[in-house]
């Protein structure tokens, strides 16, 4: 994958991979930035389940807009790939800092307050994450959450939808 062109999205490198595809780092040629692109991997496009519950990430992500969620840009298929363009988060999973040890206390209210906000974010459009774990959250070098991957979300109905038909 690494070298090909998705759409206007140069693939540079392999980020990682996970239940519903592999993410790599890409370049906008477009706007002339760093994307995060999320690929089925090959011959799982033939499973439909698998595709819609990717598209479903598509469409549960692109209706939030919250500076702990991860943000999409994009979504299409190229060549009966797949893909899902979002912002490109620096920093290290979640994981990977509870793997030197205990954060401190203070660091620890502040990222579990951030993830607190981003759920109510997606719970307030009606989107339950349903796989938050520390591999799905990102923390930046300033100390920002991003909340990653809503392959597993569930759709509900928003919160301002059922108070508008009671």
């Known amino acids: 994958m690494i070298g090909?062109?998705?759409g206007h999205y140069r693939v540079l490198d392999r980020l990682g991979a996970g239940g519903m595809g592999e993410v790599y780092l890409a370049r906008d040629e477009h706007l002339q930035r760093d994307v995060a692109v999320k690929v089925l991997p090959p011959g799982t496009l033939a499973d439909e389940s698998a595709r819609k519950r990717f598209r479903k990430e598509a469409l549960a992500l692109s209706k939030l807009s919250h500076p702990n969620?991860?943000?999409?840009y994009d979504f299409d298929t190229q060549a009966g790939i797949d893909f899902l363009a979002m912002e490109y988060i620096s920093g290290t999973a979640l994981a990977d800092k509870l793997a030197s040890g205990p954060l401190p206390e203070k660091e620890a209210?502040?990222?579990g307050t951030q993830m607190a906000a981003a759920l109510e974010e997606a719970h307030e459009h009606g989107i339950v994450h349903?796989?938050?774990k520390p591999g799905n959250i990102m923390v930046t070098p300033k100390g920002q959450i991003k909340v990653l991957d809503f392959g597993l979300a569930k759709l509900i109905q928003?919160?301002?939808d059922a108070a508008s038909t009671e």
């Open 4 to 6: 090909k062109t998705l």
């Open 69 to 72: 969620i991860a943000t999409v």
């Open 109 to 111: 209210i502040a990222l």
């Open 130 to 132: 349903r796989d938050l």
């Open 158 to 160: 928003p919160v301002s």
